[in-house]
């Protein structure tokens, strides 16, 4: 069975940074479309960035400049680098991986098979 397990979640100043981990068991990080989401209490789930098997990226407008989406094939790790933090960026944080290599430049939520139990990241003014 498929396991992904976030890490990095906690409280921070507006302007900090924090990294978000995931890792996996019984999967492959590298082979597969990975994702990170986010959801605030009230509103619905949102895709924040996604990597392919071949490393390409897409993040959502929002933490453009900001967020950073990585993997590290030999850990079977993915991570989120997350700097210049702000209130809106207050949520829980999701890992998660489609069945197959590619995103199809979509950050859609549906489209993604195996997810995390998540982290809280709380970002205070």
């Known amino acids: 069975q498929v396991q992904l397990v976030e890490s990095g979640g906690d409280s921070v100043q507006a302007g900090g940074s924090l990294r978000l981990s995931c890792s996996a068991s019984?999967?492959?990080?590298?082979?597969?479309?990975m994702g990170w989401f986010r959801q605030a209490p009230g509103k619905e789930r949102e895709g924040v960035a996604v990597?392919?098997?071949?490393?390409?990226?897409i993040h959502t407008d929002s933490v453009k400049g900001r967020f950073t989406i990585s993997r590290d094939n030999a850990k079977n790790s993915l991570y989120l680098q997350m700097n210049s933090l702000k209130p809106d960026d207050t949520a829980t944080y999701y890992c998660?991986?489609?069945?197959?290599?590619?995103?199809?430049?979509?950050?859609?939520?549906?489209?993604?098979?195996?997810w995390g139990q998540g982290t809280h990241v709380t970002v205070s003014s």
């Open positions: 990597i392919n098997l071949l490393g390409d990226t």
């Open positions: 019984r999967y492959s990080i590298s082979t597969h479309c």
């Open positions: 998660a991986g489609r069945s197959g290599a590619y995103c199809d430049n979509s950050l859609l939520p549906s489209n993604f098979a195996y």
